[in-house]
């Protein structure tokens, strides 16, 4: 299965994200996220950072989740590798993810080559049908 391709669209960008539970959906549209920016196949996990999230609904938690992302970059100049041990649980009225990122922080040896400026609800989608399917648009 793929973990996620891109659609076009008109000034943003758009993907859809799979997997075969939800959680490996949220795992591949973070890496479709962070392939705007870098190229995450090619960062050291070096560091970790432990991301924990909360939503009133799936949309807000993986609308906060992505933007975890964008902050860390922002904040600690951290390029996210990859996602591990990520969990969704419901607890009361809320959604709350936890994950582990793996990375390693900005410098020359990796190339930046595009920007994520914003996480965006328009056209966002979560669908189960024999497997999870999440739609994202980010403003870039």
Request: hydrophobic fraction near 45%; avoid cysteine; glycine fraction near 4%.
């Amino acid at each position: 299965m793929e973990r996620y391709r891109f659609l076009r669209h008109t000034a943003d960008a758009k993907f859809q994200a799979f997997g075969t539970t939800l959680e490996e959906a949220f795992i591949n549209a973070a890496l479709a996220t962070a392939s705007l920016m870098w190229d995450w196949e090619k960062i050291e996990k070096k560091i970790e950072y432990k991301v924990e999230v909360s939503g009133k609904d799936l949309m807000q938690l993986l609308s906060s989740f992505l933007e975890e992302i964008i902050y860390l970059l922002d904040s600690k100049m951290f390029l996210l590798g990859f996602p591990e041990n990520l969990r969704i649980e419901k607890k009361g009225s809320l959604h709350v993810l936890k994950a582990l990122f793996k990375g390693d922080k900005y410098s020359d040896k990796y190339k930046i080559h595009g920007d994520v400026k914003a996480i965006t609800y328009n056209e966002m989608e979560i669908e189960q049908n024999v497997h999870f399917m999440v739609q994202v648009v980010v403003d870039v």
